[in-house]
């Protein structure tokens, strides 16, 4: 099955928040995102509210109830107690759990869970017993051991921060190494029995690529290149674009 498309309204939010008005509408956008056939929302929001606004979040759970039930919100955030009091509120269907810290510009490293992996395992029981599914923020660098921790939180998957991989597209041999350290962390993963993710400057040019050496890959969320294309080809375009990339035949 190809990778399911959840579009991060991140960037739609900044842009917004340029000027004191409801313009380009985060709701207006995630509704176009969803008839274009995207699987699901993504939005994290941070402490300042520079992007997404905690006022966004019963907006879009609303939007996806009454209008797509079949999508998923996945929010995402560091598990500060005010982050997952608003997880418990807005009940998404993934919460992903990264960690950054409040003043970073946007999330730039996975877990280290031979350090955090305590704290995780509370923070992943207490939201799995609210009904969501939890997703770690997982450096793809082939860290077997790391996997092993991060499945021992009892998360149910693992989003591969795909930032420098996104970052070779001027470098393709470096690339293919950093696909494959990738495809070694996401192997572990499903060994272990965890379902894998990806995020992180992924375009339609490097996507195929990580869809076939990661062919389990269950979703991938997607905001800053995604936002970019949909510049130039509209927002629907755009998503149809990304689930082609992902492998599906549309």
């Known amino acids: 099955m ?8 991140n960037a739609i939010a900044m842009l917004r ?3 004191d008005l409801p313009w380009p509408s985060v ?43 079949s999508a998923e919100f996945n ?4 598990p500060s107690e005010d982050f997952l009091l608003l997880c418990e509120e807005t009940q998404p269907e993934q ?24 704290m995780l395992h509370t923070v992943v029981s207490r939201l799995k017993k609210g009904g969501m599914r939890v997703s770690l923020f997982a450096d793809g660098d082939g860290d077997v051991e790391a996997v092993k921790l991060a499945k021992q939180t009892g998360a ?39 379902g894998v993710n990806a995020g992180h400057d992924l375009t339609v040019a490097n996507l195929p690529a990580l869809a076939r050496r990661i062919p389990q890959l269950a979703e991938v969320s997607i905001g800053h290149g995604l936002t970019a294309d949909a510049l130039e080809y509209g927002m ?13 035949a549309i």
């Open 95 to 118: 919460v992903t759990l990264v960690p950054d810290d409040p003043l970073q510009a946007t999330s730039d490293h996975g877990w280290d869970f031979r350090v955090h992996g305590a």
């Open 17 to 19: 928040n340029r000027r």
């Open 27 to 69: 709701a207006g956008i995630g509704r176009i995102a969803l008839q274009a056939g995207a699987y699901g929302l993504t939005v994290h929001p941070r402490p300042d509210q520079r992007h997404i606004r905690f006022s966004d979040l019963p907006v879009l759970r609303a939007l996806i109830d009454d209008e797509f039930p």
């Open 236 to 248: 629907a375009e755009t998503v149809r674009r990304f689930r082609r990339a992902c492998g599906e």
């Open 2 to 9: 190809p990778a399911k498309l959840s579009v991060n309204l």
């Open 75 to 78: 929010i995402e955030g560091y």
């Open 156 to 194: 149910d998957r693992i989003e591969l921060y795909t930032g420098p991989y996104g970052g070779c597209f001027d470098d393709p041999a470096k690339g293919e190494k950093l696909l494959e350290l990738l495809g070694k962390t996401a192997d572990a993963a499903i060994a272990e029995g965890l």
